[in-house]
């Protein structure tokens, strides 16, 4: 008896020509022949602009927090690229949360609405003895064309706000 993971993944793949619609003709969808050339595509992999967010100072967060604390700021941050992206397209690279997009506008746009309602989650213990302007997370984020490069500008531009 083989097992499953011996198999080779298969799918059908469909020629969508077939499925244009023309006046008086039935729509009819064949499948193409030729199945050793085809690829999977990961979509997520394809976007043209890529993001990566992350919460500012982890190291002075990571001393002054408990672990379970965190973890909870983390999270929230996450929820709101979730929201503003959707949970697919939101993923972990190394400390910090990737995101791609086809549109760099539209990521850019999405990343400031993320920043501005990151400031709304509630760090007040990370510097009580610090005026009410500075209570809520920080975050910071880059854009490039790779992961790489995205990341490269969040940590520059991060040295120019907090420097």
């Avoid at 595509?41 to 500012?56: E, V």
Wanted: include cysteine; glycine fraction near 6%; charge should be neutral.
């Amino acid at each position: 008896m083989s097992s499953r993971s011996e198999e080779a993944p298969t799918a059908e793949i469909v020629d969508m020509l077939g499925f244009l619609h023309k006046p008086g003709r039935k729509r009819i969808a064949t499948t193409v022949e030729f199945r050793e050339s085809a690829t999977l595509l990961s979509i997520r992999q394809n976007l043209a602009y890529q993001a990566t967010m992350g919460i500012d100072d982890p190291d002075n967060l990571s001393a002054t927090l408990s672990s379970v604390e965190l973890s909870r700021i983390s999270s929230a941050v996450r929820q709101l690229l979730d929201a503003e992206f959707g949970h697919l397209r939101v993923h972990r690279y190394r400390q910090v949360f990737a995101v791609g997009h086809h549109c760099l506008e539209s990521l850019i746009a999405g990343l400031l609405r993320v920043q501005f309602h990151a400031r709304k989650i509630d760090a007040s213990a990370l510097q009580p003895d610090e005026g009410a302007d500075n209570t809520g997370t920080s975050v910071s984020w880059g854009v490039g064309d790779t992961l790489t490069e995205a990341e490269n500008e969040r940590m520059r531009r991060r040295r120019l706000t907090h420097s």
